[in-house]
């Protein structure tokens, strides 16, 4: 894939534009970066268009400017796609990934294909109660990342993957993580309720591993009872399905575009 800079941004991007189809846009879990894909890159290289992009604070996204937050991600997506030429594309969201793309959605409907999110939550119907439950687990694992990055990312492994190599190659990601960099993850409750819940225009793929936490099973569960979208909890996966189960994971997504495409 082609590594870039998005001009006057903090943003670095990888591409893929080697199809003669349809764009893939894969975005990340905290912590680690576009190369959590990498199985996945291999695998839809030369079948679709792919655009991974490193979030902020993350990966090479660091030369951030004063003023630089999440909420400018969508908008620096968006440029992207009008410095490519991509009119529309397919959405893939892991974790803390699946909450930009939402977000993307939100502002750039019309740009959206389709989403899949997995171990994420529905941005714009989160439940209070759910969200302070969230919010308190995040700020107990960022308390070890106080004191070392690598006693962090030895226990985050354990939350985010559940093969142990997944949970490796996980770690080897997250040991690259900055401290100064959770002071952008800081605002990232504004993208969430932040637009009413509306009929979507594209389809939805909603998911999580078997073995992720009960809350995130729950949640999936509520989200597809809530609307009409389709649903999939993987076996033997945790958090990070597309890392545990990378082979199911892809032939889920694959199957999902195509039907997408057929409609």
């Known amino acids: 894939m082609q590594t870039l800079r998005l001009e006057n941004s903090p ?15 894969f975005m990340h879990a905290a912590f680690v970066d576009h190369r959590m894909f990498k199985k996945q890159f291999d695998y839809f290289s030369g079948k679709y268009n792919l655009l991974a992009v490193d979030i902020i604070g993350h990966g090479k996204s660091v030369h951030a400017r004063k003023g630089d937050t999440v909420e400018q991600m969508s ?10 030429n991509i009119t529309a594309a397919h959405f893939v969201g892991v974790s803390l990934g699946s909450v930009f793309i939402q977000d993307f959605a939100n502002k750039y409907e019309n740009k ?33 990342a106080l004191f070392s ?21 996980f770690y080897n990601l997250n040991i690259e993580f900055k401290k100064k960099s ?9 993208l969430v309720n932040k637009y009413p819940k509306k009929q979507r225009q594209y389809r939805l793929l909603v998911g ?9 099973i729950d949640i ?14 993987l076996q033997g996966a945790g958090h990070c399905v597309n890392m545990d189960k990378p082979n199911e994971f892809n032939l889920c997504l694959e199957k999902f575009f195509v039907e997408t495409s057929e409609q």
């Open 75 to 84: 908008y620096w997506i968006n440029r992207i796609f009008q410095q490519h």
């Open 112 to 144: 959206v294909l389709s989403l899949a999110c997995f171990g994420g939550y529905d941005v714009n119907n989160f439940d209070v109660k759910k969200q302070k439950s969230n919010a308190k687990g995040q700020m107990k694992m960022m308390l070890k």
């Open 149 to 169: 990055i690598k006693w962090f990312a030895k226990a985050n492994k354990k939350i985010s993957a559940y093969t142990i190599e997944a949970q490796e190659e």
């Open 182 to 190: 959770f002071m952008y993850l800081a605002k990232l409750q504004k």
């Open 208 to 216: 999580c591993g078997e073995h992720d936490i009960p809350m995130e």
């Open 220 to 233: 999936v569960n509520e989200w597809t009872a809530s609307e009409n979208c389709d649903k999939v909890i």
């Open 11 to 25: 943003i670095t991007y990888y591409i893929d534009d080697t199809a003669n189809g349809d764009w893939i846009v």
